[in-house]
């Protein structure tokens, strides 16, 4: 086991006009589970290859360890990749496409096959192992596909969106088998994915990355409560945080008729700017009454049971902008939601408001 830290580690695409990663600066501790994440293109997977040696690092570094391995080729750097496609080889059974690796690398049979099988009673793969890959559901062989980088035994597990390629509902258990793997074997693991519903869930902290540059690392539960700027407030959580925009006033930050309280001094913080950017979470607002709130103009209602998401805009929106303004969803704990085409006023929890700079994107104090 090791750490990993990346220090202003670059990549540019020749031909390409800005870095795929630009100045990558991250420390992994041992053990630890890091998840990497944001949308198409943002350098996550490119972040990943660069670690694994198969992209070319052209400025910074890359430890492992007390290893500088920037320069060194992928079979010397003790790392076991798990992809997005499994890359199993289809004329092998089980057992010799997780040994596979080990046979290459000069390891005894009887070595080979214990560390086989115990990777294998590990996975709940024991009774699959003289099967081919064509004879296994897509979560087993993404099974097959981590007991051959776990038989390994390597300092750093990287893995590239290993669970795309499964179904929703086995998405979810096999993302909890691999988190619970990797706390039961205790190996540093790089994980990349573009889904954060997934990146919380899974990792002990988690890196969010947009245009190849690092916006923020946290615990997932920080993540979500503090986030630093736009970017990551829209990114993180499902639904998205709400990003209203409002207009400065003496008391706090208006949005249509209502006035949503903001301590001056957070106000201070930018006190140039006229507009300022609310950030408010589903589960904040509440059903108001009388003319406490935000007044919305209900379009749809998704009743969950216990829980209903409303969907709305400001009220007052005429009909013809509807479908290009500020979309405002609300989680409302209630059997009686409101229903489509009515208009109510949600409250907010004013201790959870965040208040972001328009012209920054950054959070204010």
């Not at 580690?9 to 992994?28: C, E, F, M, Q, W």
């Not at 006229?274 to 979470?281: A, D, F, H, P, T």
């Not at 609300?330 to 085409?341: A, L, Q, V």
């Amino acid at each position: 086991m090791a750490t990993v830290q990346f220090t202003d580690a670059t990549r540019v695409y020749p031909g390409a006009d800005h870095p795929s990663v630009d100045k990558l600066n991250l420390d992994i501790g041992d053990g630890e589970f890091m998840v990497l994440v944001g949308p198409s293109g943002c350098g996550k997977s490119t972040s990943l290859r660069m670690l694994a040696g198969l992209e070319e690092v052209n400025a910074g570094s890359i430890h492992i360890g007390d290893r500088d391995v920037t320069d060194l080729p992928p079979k010397d750097r003790d790392i076991a990749m798990v992809f997005q496609n499994y890359a199993l080889y289809p004329h092998m059974t089980v057992g010799d496409n997780m040994g596979f690796a080990l046979k290459m690398a000069g390891v005894s049979k009887a070595e080979r096959q214990q560390r086989v099988e115990e990777a294998a009673k590990l996975l709940g793969l024991d009774d699959f192992l003289n099967r081919k890959p064509k004879a296994l559901s897509g979560g087993q062989r993404q099974r097959v596909a981590m007991g051959r980088a776990i038989v390994r035994s390597p300092q750093v597990f990287l893995m590239d969106e290993p669970l795309s390629n499964l179904d929703a509902k086995l998405r979810v258990s096999t993302r909890t088998q691999i988190a619970a793997l990797q706390t039961r074997l205790g190996v540093t693991t790089v994980y990349v994915t573009h889904d954060q519903v997934e990146a919380m869930t899974m990792g002990d902290r988690v890196a969010v990355m947009k245009d190849g540059v690092l916006m923020q690392v946290d615990s997932p539960l920080a993540l979500y409560d503090n986030p630093k700027n736009l970017f990551v407030a829209g990114f993180i959580g499902s639904p998205a945080m709400n990003l209203i925009e409002g207009v400065v006033s003496a008391d706090g930050i208006s949005v249509g008729d209502y006035v949503v309280p903001v301590p001056r001094e957070t106000l201070a913080h930018a006190a140039n700017e006229k507009n300022l950017v609310l950030g408010i979470r589903p589960e904040n607002f509440d059903l108001g009454s009388g003319n406490e709130g935000i007044g919305i103009d209900v379009d749809v209602v998704e009743e969950l049971g216990a829980d209903a998401f409303i969907y709305g805009t400001l009220a007052g929106t005429p009909d013809i902008d509807k479908l290009t303004a500020q979309q405002i969803v609300g989680r409302i704990s209630s059997r009686t939601p409101p229903h489509r085409g009515t208009t109510v006023r949600l409250n907010i929890d004013p201790e959870h408001v965040h208040v972001f700079s328009k012209a920054t994107g950054n959070r204010l104090a």
